[in-house]
């Protein structure tokens, strides 16, 4: 309980309303020319009341990410018979909310049904099943998402590739058949290669640079990386190591959005770990923010009550910028400060802790002139842009895709 005098409680509820218009996350990253600032979500937690309404707050979250109910043993859990209801809460949430939905994942090693995983495949019988999978569920969700992790961590951490059901049977092809797929289903949805550990240089990250350009290679069309940035408060890469692989992603012509990030600490949750948290935090969405190319930046629960890490690491967790009473922590302030917010934290009669904040609008995120290289410029159902940035021409592939060569 905090004693508040008459005066200052006078001052603090004659400033409130006016602090509460300010920006939260999102709004602060739109207003430095990003798309989104978003979360990812579960089916189990959207029971919880004050957890949804949090969820549905968009002035910190402008995009939400399905954490488990768009994989393919939720999805297509026998084959060829396709299971929706899960993936279509979360996608009907995000349009009754006017939330961008980042769909995730549709080729993965993990959480893959047993009929996948230990089935008897030839390499044609694989790429039906796959190609089956993707064209159902692309084509199910056509219109409600913004991106497609179409191939999720598809590399072991020396940069070779994981020995996977589709790596051992179809070799890397796999994965511009499975872009290609993504694309015939969906010309408009934006499609990603999406891992972890690729957030800095080192031979992962310049061997996801060569996904890149091997889907490139064979005519099929990427969009993205999607960086997911699971880290450990202390051992964050720092703001230029990962702004100088950012701009190495953005040299190929793909977009770059942060997909899963959270910064995890050995437990039990310290002042200290808490600051180095939070310069984490900064560090990181500051490369973001630099990179005119970095177009989001989601994180993986936004409280520490639903995060996956104290499941999977032992020890440790308190990863999310909330805590798990949904009270802010200091990486939240820090978030807001990279993306140009200022936070204002007053102390409200009842004691408990009030950020607000606003932010300034940046004039570094404006529109580039032209489709850069790589990039689609054509093609059947094609609504996007047609002239290739200067330098490039938008070359004919087929009937269904053109590009800026
Ligand atoms: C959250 O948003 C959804 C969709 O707009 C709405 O139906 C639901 O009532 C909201 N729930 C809470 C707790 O705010
Ligand atoms: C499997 O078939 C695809 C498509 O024809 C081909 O690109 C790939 O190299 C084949 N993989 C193997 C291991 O033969």
Redesign the pocket.
């Known amino acids: 309980m905090v004693r508040v005098s008459s005066k200052i409680l006078a001052l603090v509820v004659g400033v409130l309303p006016q602090l509460i218009q300010g920006s939260g996350l999102h709004t602060a990253a739109v207003a430095k020319g990003k798309l989104y600032f978003g979360s990812a979500t579960d089916n189990s937690e959207l029971t919880d009341?004050a957890y949804?309404?949090q969820l549905?707050n968009t002035d910190d979250f402008g995009q939400i990410t399905p954490g488990n109910s768009q994989k393919w043993d939720t999805i297509e859990p026998t084959q060829n018979q396709f299971s929706y209801t899960k993936g279509d809460v979360i996608a009907n949430?995000a349009k009754?909310?006017d939330q961008k939905l980042r769909c995730h994942t549709l080729v993965w090693h993990s959480q893959l049904p047993s009929w996948v995983s230990s089935g008897t495949w030839t390499n044609a019988t694989l790429i039906a099943a796959m190609k089956n999978h993707i064209t159902n569920v692309v084509t199910h969700y056509k219109g409600d998402c913004y991106a497609w992790d179409v191939v999720n961590e598809a590399l072991n951490e020396d940069g070779s590739y994981r020995d996977s059901i589709f790596y051992q049977t179809i070799g890397p092809a796999y994965i511009p058949i499975a872009f290609a797929a993504a694309a015939a289903a969906d010309p408009d949805v934006k499609l990603y290669y999406n891992d972890y550990n690729i957030e800095s240089s080192g031979s992962k990250a310049m061997a996801a640079q060569n996904i890149v350009k091997l889907v490139q290679s064979y005519g099929a069309k990427i969009d993205g990386v999607g960086l997911q940035a699971h880290f450990i408060v202390g051992s964050t890469p720092s703001q230029s190591s990962q702004a100088s692989v950012l701009s190495a992603y953005a040299a190929l012509g793909v977009e770059i959005a942060y997909t899963e990030l959270d910064i995890r600490m050995t437990l039990p949750s310290t002042d200290a770990l808490l600051a180095q948290q939070k310069t984490d935090y900064t560090n990181t969405v500051a490369a973001c923010v630099a990179e005119k190319s970095c177009i989001g930046i989601t994180i993986w629960d936004w409280t520490d009550k639903y995060s996956w890490v104290p499941n999977t690491f032992s020890g440790q967790g308190a990863a999310c910028p909330w805590d798990e009473n949904y009270a802010k922590k200091p990486a939240y302030t820090g978030i807001l400060s990279a993306l140009g917010g200022t936070a204002t934290t007053t102390t409200t009669s009842a004691g408990q802790s009030t950020t607000s904040s606003t932010s300034t609008t940046s004039s570094s995120g404006g529109s580039t002139t032209g489709i850069a290289r790589w990039g689609q410029c054509g093609g059947s159902g094609w609504t996007g842009g047609t002239t290739c940035a200067s330098g490039y021409t938008c070359t004919y592939f087929n009937d269904y895709y053109s590009q800026c060569l």
């Open positions: 009341t949804l309404t549905n949430l009754a909310n």
